[in-house]
């Protein structure tokens, strides 16, 4: 290992996603159905427990974005 | 007409297969460029490659079969693979790092380096193989439906004439270019499966009257999940734990760490992390014909007998297909599932392959210098990924359906007991030991093997029974738990023995400052 091996102890300790914690709200959201087993409110006729699921999907890939910057 | 299509896709694939060898031309003789493309695929291949990986054609074609017979609860799989991307982006950056730090090429052998102990890198490394083989087998069976669908149909042994010059094929491609080859033809499973899924989504619901028309078709107690009771958490926790035990494995596999450890950074696994779950939304939209697919009462139509006799709800979204797009169409459609077979393949093949040579062969067989070990292992991996691929063909071929999915059930269930010695020790130092893992390790894989056997290996949901309420648990959940617990309870009992095994640094974890 090269010099920078003492600098890079140290960096190791500092926290590079501040915004992880987010992350928490995708697995709470979708893996509670109590939340989204419903029928109503339905669009075209879909009924809410699918579209809930498919809009987590943007919502998760959102979600990774925030805690992915620094 | 199909047919046609088809046969020049799938050819396509192929070609592209044995041409990816010059991406990058560089040492194929390495294992590290064979085996992981030289760690150099950026944001673009790593999406279409992991996206092609994890996508399989079984995927395709389960799920839809799954929602077609069991309705909502077939979405659990919507959920797993949407929040195993965030675990994905919070876990697999720290392998990165201190596989590339330490030259790693599997899981089994970052394991070996973090707590010098072979025997736990031993079981990790076969435990990862053990369940990627009915994985592979799987890739080929749906492949044969769709051979069989499409047309090519022969009796007797001939049967299986077109399955076995496909893959012997893709064993060769996979031998002389390795990862190259699998991402590259990623790119054309990418584009035939989102042009596919997406026509699919505009036609056919419009064909059967819109969602209001399908969901009126669905037998009402599949349209959600059922409630629970006081005595009896049902289709609930069997939602949330199938999810979430999913999740945790996903990653976990051969074909999956492979694939995240050719990328060219930790920072590309985090961007991939992001725009990954588009392909969710792909899966989501299968997921739904599975539903359509009832609504179109396939199941009745004379057309498909045949097919659904022999294949069951395998056969509901092929069914789907023929009956609702134009004979050139389905030749594209089923080009893609079928492609989407030799991706997965490939990779799962070369993932197993890595295993064998650096954490079975070349740790326990055979000994040697550095440098005779270094000219060695690429050229034995290579043998082993073929010999992967023909033992799944003769899985297919010898062994009946649904034992093979019982393998994949066992795979499963085995594959995330790996989870604390391979993904957990990323981030806990102290309290984990080779040993304590070992013995976690074993209590999982056993208590769940016997929870699956004690059903019969039909199904992966077992009904706890806790405090008088009954608690449908995905068996994999359950045992990964009671691992957990076991390797952290002895942890106290190793830990002084096992001080200074670690060959790894904290601060070997982190991204080098930007």
Not at chain 1, 44 to 60: D, E, N, Q, S, V
Not at chain 2, 261 to 274: D, M, P, T
Not at chain 2, 326 to 351: E, R, Y
């Amino acid at each position: 290992m090269s010099v920078d091996s003492s600098q890079a102890k140290t960096q190791a300790a500092k926290p590079s996603h501040r915004r992880a914690w987010v992350l928490i709200i995708p697995f709470i959201a979708m893996v509670i159905p109590p939340l989204f087993n419903y029928r109503e409110p339905s669009i075209a006729g879909l009924p809410f427990f699918y579209w809930y699921l498919l809009l987590w999907i943007p919502l998760t890939a959102f979600l990774t974005w925030v805690a992915y910057r620094r | 007409m199909a047919i046609t299509v088809f046969t020049v896709l799938f050819v396509l694939a192929i070609v592209i297969g044995f041409m990816a060898s010059g991406w990058k031309r560089s040492d194929l003789s390495k294992l590290s460029e064979w085996g992981l493309a030289g760690r150099r695929f950026g944001l673009v291949l790593s999406w279409f490659l992991m996206g092609g990986d994890l996508y399989t054609a079984y995927t395709f074609i389960a799920i839809p079969a799954l929602v077609y017979g069991t309705g909502a609860t077939g979405f659990f799989g919507i959920a797993f693979a949407t929040i195993a991307f965030p675990l994905l982006f919070l876990i697999f950056p720290r392998l990165w790092q201190v596989a590339h730090r330490h030259g790693y090429v599997t899981a089994s052998e970052y394991v070996r380096g973090r707590f010098g102990n072979r025997w736990l890198a031993l079981a990790v490394g076969l435990t990862g193989i053990l369940a990627t083989m009915p994985y592979i087998a799987l890739q080929l069976v749906g492949t044969q439906v769709v051979f069989g669908a499409i047309g090519y149909v022969g009796s007797g042994w001939l049967t299986y004439l077109p399955l076995i010059i496909a893959f012997a094929v893709l064993a060769i491609f996979s031998a002389t270019s390795g990862l190259r080859a699998s991402a590259f033809i990623a790119i054309l499973k990418g584009v035939l499966i989102f042009l596919t899924v997406i026509v699919a989504i505009i036609v056919i619901p419009a064909q059967l009257g819109g969602f209001s028309a399908i969901f009126e078709k669905v037998p009402p107690q599949n349209v959600l999940l059922v409630w629970p009771t006081g005595e009896n958490w049902g289709s609930f926790s069997a939602f949330s734990t199938l999810a979430l035990g999913s999740a945790f494995a996903l990653f976990l596999y051969p074909h999956a760490v492979t694939g995240l450890l050719s990328s060219a950074s930790g920072r590309i696994i985090e961007q991939n992390a992001i725009v990954q779950p588009v392909f969710n939304i792909v899966l989501w939209f299968l997921a739904i014909l599975g539903f359509a697919a009832v609504a179109a009462g396939v199941a009745t139509d004379p057309a498909f007998s045949d097919g659904f006799k022999q294949y069951g709800p395998s056969f509901a979204l092929l069914a789907l297909m023929m009956k609702y797009f134009p004979d050139w169409f389905v030749g594209v459609a089923f080009a893609a599932i079928a492609i989407g077979a030799l991706v997965p393949a490939s990779v799962m093949a070369i993932g197993s392959a890595n295993i064998i040579t650096r954490d079975i062969w070349g740790e326990f067989v055979h000994a040697g210098t550095e440098e005779s070990r270094q000219l060695r292992d690429t050229s034995i991996a290579k043998i082993f990924a073929l010999l992967m691929v023909v033992a799944a063909l003769v899985f297919v071929i010898a062994i009946p359906l649904q034992y093979v999915v019982q393998f994949q059930l066992l795979g499963g269930i085995w594959v995330v007991q790996t989870f604390p010695a391979v993904a957990l020790s990323l981030f806990v130092r102290h309290w984990l030991t080779g040993w304590g893992l070992f013995i976690g390790w074993l209590v999982g894989l056993v208590t769940g093997t016997w929870m699956v056997a004690s059903l019969g290996f039909t199904a992966s949901v077992y009904p706890l029974h806790l405090f008088g309420i009954t608690i449908p648990c995905y068996i994999a959940f359950a045992s990964g738990l009671l691992n957990l617990v076991v390797a952290l309870v002895l942890t106290p009992l190793f830990r002084n023995a096992e001080a200074g095994a670690d060959e790894t640094e904290l601060a070997d974890y982190a991204a080098p400052a930007e």
